[in-house]
């Protein structure tokens, strides 16, 4: 989401006249958009306010903004900590960017945080044009699991009204976008808190509808609200992309209640296992936590075991770290910090087997890809197959934007190296 809100920003800037450059050096105004999920990325934005302070010195017409989730938690006390920062700005509050700016511009400093009761949002389409885009259709979480900030950062659960949503899809796929990714902390959500709302199985069935849409993504769904009728979606509508973003945090039963999760390693598993009822090919991903208070050596092996009873394929992993104001933060973090290390390490070796053997056992078969730019390589090119994995192979220019057929030569450890196997003019769309 925070890249989507990163869109955003730069779309309300070009249209005040503003250019990206490739250096702070050369700019007027910086702004760093945070992340105060973890600890690790808080930490790079106090390096780099640190280095714009240098900058600033030397530039005094340099004006620095910091917006996203680590401005909602901080406020007023970035303005405090950080006298070389401008404005600081929360993730529901976007909109008013340009507003505040000119604030900032008069000599001001600007303090907007907080949530707007209002759910509708700027249709802003992205400033560069891509066969692929980001649609935020909800912010904001009502979960609060133990160890998570995003309710405190993001507000509660807000769903976009769905004719907005509809309109810039349309708007998007007028510029050629394909495929496009929604986006919400809890997608299986939308629509629950508002009255006459669309559900989200019939917002994906409109989007579906639109002319030149030809792909569907999502992300991120939360396992206890994860429907058959959103299972039964995966196989019903063709646009919707046969991959799922499934988080499940930990393997123990024990450390799923205390992170408050709301479903056991049982129920998980038993979504996993209809999922791939209904769609044998679909693609599942995951995020998991280790080092979690109160993780043993026991839960961290169930954690394991899960995912080789799943064979994910992919997993975004992370030690555990303390957020401020959560419930999890009262707890003695009481797993070393060598343990949690060792505990990734093994964890992230399991699932680098797990994926290239995925990848490998694609080795012959014939993909869909969806060309969105060039390879690595000269006269490489790169795409996306419907399980969200990467395609490298050899082709002309001219394919970028198009979906074509890739026969898969070799699985490598992060994507597949295929074969273009039809010339353009027989390119078929599906």
């Known amino acids: 989401m925070n890249e989507r809100d990163s ?4 779309a309300l800037l070009m249209e005040q006249g503003y250019r990206e450059v490739s250096l702070p050096e050369e700019a007027d105004l910086i702004v760093i958009n945070t992340c105060t999920v973890r600890k690790k990325p808080e930490h790079k934005v106090y390096s ?6 240098r900058l600033k010195e030397r530039k005094p017409q340099l004006k620095i903004v910091v917006m996203g989730c680590l401005a909602q938690q901080e406020g007023e006390g970035l303005l405090e900590r950080f006298p070389q920062v401008d404005m600081v700005i929360g993730p529901d509050r976007v909109d008013e960017f340009n507003e505040g700016l000119e604030k900032v511009i008069d000599g ?3 303090c907007m945080i907080g949530f707007k009761e209002d759910h509708s949002q700027r249709v802003l389409l992205p400033p560069f044009r891509s066969v692929r ?4 259709i909800m912010q904001g979480c009502d979960n609060f699991c133990s160890y998570c900030i995003v ?3 993001r507000g509660p659960e807000k769903s976009r009204p769905s004719q907005e949503i509809l309109e810039e899809i349309r708007l998007l796929a007028k510029e050629g976008v394909k495929e496009v990714i929604l986006l919400g902390q809890n997608v299986n959500a939308y629509g629950k808190k508002s009255v006459g709302e669309l559900s989200f199985v019939e917002l994906l069935r409109k989007i579906a509808e639109i002319p030149g849409i030809e792909r569907i993504r999502f992300t991120t769904s939360h396992p206890k609200d994860l429907s058959e009728e959103l299972i039964l979606a995966f196989r019903e509508i063709p646009q919707l992309c046969e991959h799922i973003h499934l ?9 799923l209640k205390m992170m408050r999760r709301g479903y056991t390693r049982e129920e998980y598993l038993q979504k996993v296992e209809r999922l791939r009822e209904v769609v044998p090919e679909i693609a599942i991903t995951a995020d998991v ?25 992919g997993l975004f992993s992370f030690k555990y770290s303390p957020r401020k104001g959560t419930l999890a933060s009262r707890w003695p973090d009481d797993v070393p910090e060598a343990i949690k290390a060792r505990r990734l390490e093994k964890l992230q070796s399991l699932q680098r087997k797990i994926t290239l053997e995925k990848n490998k056992a694609l080795e012959g078969k014939v993909l869909e890809v969806l060309v969105d730019g060039c390879g690595e390589r000269e006269g490489q090119l790169r795409g996306r197959g419907r399980c969200n994995r990467v395609v490298n192979f050899m082709g002309p220019l001219d394919l970028i934007g198009k979906i074509v057929w890739v026969k898969v030569k070799e699985g490598l450890p992060n994507c597949l190296r295929g074969e273009l196997l039809l010339e353009e003019k027989e ?4």
């Open 108 to 110: 001001d400093r600007v």
């Open 7 to 10: 869109e955003r920003v730069l």
């Open 427 to 430: 390119v078929l769309y599906a």
């Open 133 to 136: 885009a980001y649609v935020n």
């Open 151 to 153: 309710p405190y950062v």
């Open 289 to 313: 936590i280790v080092g979690f208070p109160g993780e043993e050596e026991e839960d961290f092996e169930q954690t394991l075991d899960l995912i080789k009873r799943v064979k994910f394929d």
């Open 247 to 255: 988080p499940f945090q930990a393997g123990s039963n024990k450390i």
């Open 48 to 53: 780099l306010l640190g280095r714009f302070k």
